[in-house]
């Protein structure tokens, strides 16, 4: 069974510029997640869904974030304009009520 | 914020010998889970302990729990070169895993 699957692996932009990531969760898994993981840190949430419905998305900074899950399976998390606290990692996680399992993450470097 | 804190930092052992790795706590939980991520790499789930056990074992790995003190610790017993990683615990309440800043472990051959 395919793991969860994040795209692009890798993604360097200048500051203002905007920026896209995409993730396709594990088939079935009717939660999704997106985390931030700064540089020697843990990973932060940033978003949770339930099937198409944002459930829990206090710590996604709006003025800049926002996502959307269509259909309740494919999701994307979007910065615009992107600025040089935005470099991090990117980790889109599913889950199907349990453990939640892990995409490889799109690291993001905003110069 | 981050709810749990791991300690030490980091951690370096050689092969064969144990490594364990502890991690603290704020809030009331429902389950405590440890995950693994190799460089460059998405987090690995390793072991997950539910808020009314105190021990579980896998493979090599055990993972205490200790709610009165709001901690957990996980040991590798025999390490290998390829248990080389950052360890992370993360507190789960009703839906929300909260992780910590995380252990780095460097096992050399």
């Known amino acids: 069974e395919a793991g969860v699957v994040q795209s692009p692996r890798y993604k360097i932009i200048e500051k203002k510029q905007p920026v896209a990531f995409w993730c396709n969760p594990i088939s079935g898994h009717n939660t999704l997640y997106w985390y931030r993981q700064n540089l020697g840190q843990g990973p932060e949430l940033l978003i949770r869904y339930e099937n198409e419905e944002a459930v829990d998305d206090s710590q996604l900074p709006k003025d800049r974030f926002s996502a959307e899950r269509l259909k309740g399976v494919d999701s994307t998390l979007k910065i615009q304009p992107a600025e040089l606290g935005d470099s991090a990692v990117y980790l889109c996680a599913s889950s199907l009520g349990g453990t939640q399992y892990f995409g490889p993450g799109t690291r993001l470097l905003v110069l | 914020s981050q709810q749990g804190e791991e300690d030490p930092q980091a951690l370096s052992i050689q092969e064969g010998e144990n490594a364990t790795m502890n991690c603290s706590y704020k809030?009331?939980?429902?389950?405590l889970q440890w995950y693994r991520q190799n460089s460059g790499r998405g987090l690995v789930h390793l072991i997950l302990?539910?808020?009314?056990?105190r021990e579980k074992h896998s493979g090599r790995l055990r993972v205490t729990l200790d709610t009165s003190k709001k901690s957990s610790s996980l040991l590798i017993t025999a390490s290998r070169a390829a248990d080389t990683a950052s360890y992370f615990c993360a507190a789960q309440g009703y839906s929300t895993l909260t992780f910590g800043k995380g252990t780095m472990l460097l096992v050399s051959p």
């Open positions: 809030t009331s939980i429902n389950n």
């Open positions: 302990i539910r808020s009314n056990e």
